[in-house]
């Protein structure tokens, strides 16, 4: 079946790090893939999305690319902030049959940014 | 505004009790989705229902309920058959169930003790 995995945290940076998150997949067809964010205590936010091999998605400084050849969807940003603390989400979204669209989720990797 | 609530925020029942969560959503959206996250374990999905008066089973359906009479309502009731309960439960809503979008809701947190 599909599957994501990412890289398990928790991961604490400094204010201004470059962050990295590997998130790679396994799916049959051709999935959208989705990074969401979770801030604490609080319901999930798509945070960018790429439906098709070499997208890329932006948002908030926050891009990520659609590799097909590596099966990855990596998280980055240049420069993170306090605020950027939270956990986030890689996921996939493939046709589970008829008109069924199953979301999958990777476990979550937590980070904390300190000032 | 428009959005998903989910009330309430924290809930704690005793063992051996059914509870029903509260999902509501005024986005007009035909989809709803109940996920549950537990710690270090990412959202599994428990039902979904793609319209009014339909549903199915998700990946961990056992010892849950869920109704769909109301297209903005899509309450989970958490049966005693559940062996483990405790954990943080979230609704979502896309505009159709082939929209890759989900919207979530902000979460109630179980506690069965």
């Known amino acids: 079946g599909d599957s994501v995995t990412q890289m398990e945290g928790p991961v604490t940076l400094s204010e201004e790090a470059f962050l990295t998150i590997n998130c790679t997949y396994t799916?049959?067809?051709?999935?959208?893939l989705f990074w969401y964010v979770q801030y604490p205590g609080e319901g999930l936010q798509l945070l960018l999305k790429?439906?098709?091999?070499?997208d890329k998605g932006s948002n908030k400084g926050f891009e990520a690319t659609y590799r097909k050849e590596t099966t990855s969807f990596h998280l980055e940003k240049g420069s993170v902030q306090v605020s950027d603390s939270a956990v986030y989400f890689c996921a996939l979204i493939t046709n589970s049959g008829g008109s069924n669209y199953k979301l999958t989720f990777g476990k979550g990797t937590l980070l904390t940014v300190n000032p | 505004d428009g959005g998903i609530t989910q009330s309430p925020k924290y809930l704690f029942r005793k063992e051996g009790q059914n509870v029903t969560l509260s999902c509501e959503q005024n986005l007009n959206h035909d989809a709803m989705y109940w996920y549950r996250q537990d710690p270090g374990q990412g959202l599994r999905l428990i039902y979904y229902s793609q319209i009014v008066n339909d549903f199915q089973k998700g990946d961990i359906a056992e010892g849950y309920s869920v109704s769909r009479e109301k297209k903005e309502s899509f309450p989970l009731t958490v049966t005693s058959a559940q062996k483990n309960p405790t954990a943080f439960y979230l609704c979502?809503?896309?505009?159709?169930?082939?929209?890759?979008?989900?919207?979530f809701g902000p979460g109630t947190r179980l506690t069965v003790t």
């Open positions: 799916a049959t067809g051709y999935p959208s």
């Open positions: 979502a809503s896309s505009i159709t169930a082939t929209s890759y979008e989900q919207y």
């Open positions: 790429a439906t098709k091999a070499d």
